[in-house]
C-alpha cells in the first residue's frame, strides 16, 4: 500500500484529504498541520507522495521542496494550494514538484493526477536508495533522442513528460531561449496518440501581427490585396495532430481571443470568411516570458494562459546543468566535424575548461554555434582554444580575471553587453546575432532599440 503525507495548516483540509484518500482502500495517510515538524517527519519515514500546501507558517511548501531537493529525499510532490500565483507554480516545478492544483480541488482530478504520479514513480523504480537515474528507465527513450542529458533532474523531467504526453491536454513549455523547449514539443508529439499526423512548429515572435494572423488561421481568395489564392493556415495544417506555438507570449491580444476559441471550442474563421471551420488540433505552447507579469500589465489573457497551462514543464538553463556541458560538447563536436567535412576528433583541456565555466545566456543553442563556428575555423584534428568565436574568449578571459570584491553589474547591463559583442562578432548581422544569442530576431531589434545599441 503506497504511503501517502499531507502537509497543511489547515486541519480542515488535513481531515478532508485524510477521508477523501482512505475511502478509497488504496493508500495509507499520514497528516501533518505543524509545517515546522516537516523535516523530521520527512527525513524519518518512507513516504511515496507528499500533498503539500504552499503558504503556511514558519516553514512554506517552497521551504520543504528546497529541503526534499538538497536532501535527495525519495519522493513525489503535488502542491495544493489556495493561491493562483504562475510565479509560485514555476518555482515549485523548478524544485521538483510534479503539479501545481488549485484549492478547492476536484476528487477526480487529484485521484488522476496521485495515479499518474504514483505509476511514474513505480516505472521509475522509485522507493529505491539509488538516487542515480538513466535514460533506459524512459518508457519511450527513442521520443528523446534528440535531447542530449545525462542530469537527474532532467531525466525525472522526461519522466514527467512521459506521462503528461499521453492524454490530449495542452502543455506550456517554460524555460529561456535555447533550452530545448521545441525538442521537449516534438517528443510529446512522438509519444501521443497523434504521432502519425503533422507536427506543425510556429514561432510567434517572428510574424507581424497583422501577417501571423493570415499564416495561423488562413486566408480566402481575395481577403486581402495580394491574396490571388485560398491558403492553409498553421491550424489546418496540424489538423488531427500537434501545433507547437514557440514564444507564446508575443502573440497580439486579437489573436490570442482567437485561440482561445480554438482551445474551446475547436473552431475559427479564416480571415476573408464568415463560415466558421473545425479543427481537431493538439496545441503545445512554450515561453521564455513571465507571463504573470504580462497578464498584471494586461499583455496576455488569464483564461488563455489557464487553458494552455493545463501541465507545465520547465526547462532548465544549461548553467544549471553543467555536468551536461562535456557531453554536448562531444555531441556538436561529432556532428558539425562530420557536417563540415573535418577531421576534428577532440577538445583541447584549454578551450574545454573555458567551455565548462561559461554561462550561455544562449543556452544550448548557444553553445551549438561557439562549437560549429570554431570547427569551420580550426585547421588541426584537436579543437583549440584560439578557434573559438572571438566574444565567447572575451567573455571567459573576463570572468576568469574577475576577483571576488569587485562590482557586480546589473542583469539588464550583461545582457547589454553580450548583445554588442556579439553584434560585433557577426559584423553586424542580425540574423546570425539572433541565432547564437537565442533569441528570435524580433526579439533581437526590440533589444537593440532598448539598449540604444543602433551604429
Not at 521509475?124 to 533506459?136: P, W
Not at 493545463?310 to 555536468?323: A, F, I, K, T
Amino acid at each position: 500500500m503506497k504511503k501517502i503525507l499531507a502537509i497543511d495548516d489547515d486541519q480542515a483540509v488535513l481531515n478532508y484529504l485524510n477521508i477523501m484518500l482512505l475511502q478509497t482502500g488504496t493508500y495509507q495517510v499520514a497528516t501533518l498541520a505543524n509545517s515546522s515538524r516537516a523535516f523530521h517527519e520527512l527525513k524519518g519515514n518512507d513516504y511515496d507522495l507528499l500533498l503539500l500546501d504552499m503558504d503556511m507558517p514558519e516553514v512554506s511548501g517552497l521551504d520543504i521542496l528546497r529541503f526534499i531537493k538538497e536532501k535527495h529525499i525519495d519522493i513525489e510532490t503535488i502542491v495544493l494550494t489556495g493561491v493562483e500565483d504562475v510565479e509560485l507554480a514555476v518555482a515549485a516545478m523548478k524544485l521538483g514538484a510534479f503539479d501545481y492544483l488549485t484549492k478547492p480541488v476536484d476528487n477526480d482530478q487529484l485521484l488522476k493526477v496521485i495515479t499518474t504520479v504514483l505509476e511514474n514513480r513505480r516505472a521509475r523504480g522509485g522507493g529505491a536508495t539509488e538516487n542515480v537515474l538513466s535514460r533506459d528507465q524512459l518508457n519511450f527513450a527513442e521520443a528523446f533522442a534528440d535531447i542530449i542529458t545525462q542530469d537527474d533532474e532532467m531525466i525525472r523531467m522526461l519522466q514527467m513528460v512521459e506521462k503528461m504526453a499521453q492524454p490530449d491536454n495542452s502543455i506550456l513549455i517554460w524555460g529561456e531561449s535555447g533550452t530545448g523547449k521545441e525538442l521537449i514539443a516534438k517528443a510529446i508529439h512522438r509519444i501521443s496518440r497523434r504521432r502519425d499526423q503533422n507536427f506543425v512548429a510556429v514561432n510567434a515572435g517572428t510574424f507581424a501581427n497583422e501577417l501571423f494572423s493570415s499564416e495561423f488561421f488562413g486566408h480566402d481568395k481575395g481577403a486581402f490585396t495580394g491574396a490571388g489564392t485560398a491558403k492553409k493556415g498553421f491550424l489546418e495544417e496540424a489538423d488531427k495532430g500537434t501545433l507547437f506555438l514557440d514564444e507564446i507570449g508575443e502573440l497580439a491580444l486579437p489573436i490570442q481571443v482567437k485561440l482561445l476559441r480554438v482551445l474551446q471550442e475547436g473552431e475559427f474563421f479564416r480571415l476573408g470568411s464568415t463560415k466558421n471551420q473545425k479543427v481537431d488540433v493538439r496545441i503545445l505552447a512554450a515561453t521564455n516570458k513571465d507571463l504573470l507579469s504580462e497578464m498584471k500589465k494586461g499583455n496576455f489573457r488569464k483564461d488563455l494562459f489557464y487553458r494552455l497551462n493545463m501541465s507545465s514543464v520547465y526547462l532548465p538553463p544549461l548553467r544549471e546543468r553543467r555536468g551536461d556541458i562535456p557531453l554536448l560538447c562531444q555531441h556538436f563536436l561529432e556532428k558539425y566535424s562530420e557536417q563540415n567535412q573535418k577531421k576534428i576528433q577532440k577538445i583541447s583541456a584549454a578551450a574545454m575548461r573555458l567551455l565548462n565555466q561559461y554561462d550561455y545566456p544562449g543556452n544550448i543553442r548557444e553553445l551549438m554555434n561557439i562549437i560549429n563556428s570554431a570547427i569551420i575555423i580550426e585547421t588541426g584534428t584537436e579543437l583549440q582554444k584560439k578557434s573559438l568565436p572571438h566574444y565567447f574568449l572575451e567573455n571567459s578571459h573576463v570572468k576568469e580575471a574577475t576577483l571576488p570584491g569587485q562590482p557586480l553589474l546589473a542583469l539588464t547591463e550583461i545582457e547589454k553587453e553580450q548583445i554588442r559583442k556579439v553584434l560585433a562578432h557577426t559584423g553586424g548581422n542580425k540574423s546570425q546575432a539572433a541565432k547564437i544569442l537565442g533569441i528570435s530576431r524580433v526579439n533581437l531589434l526590440a533589444k537593440i532599440k532598448k539598449y540604444q545599441l543602433q551604429p
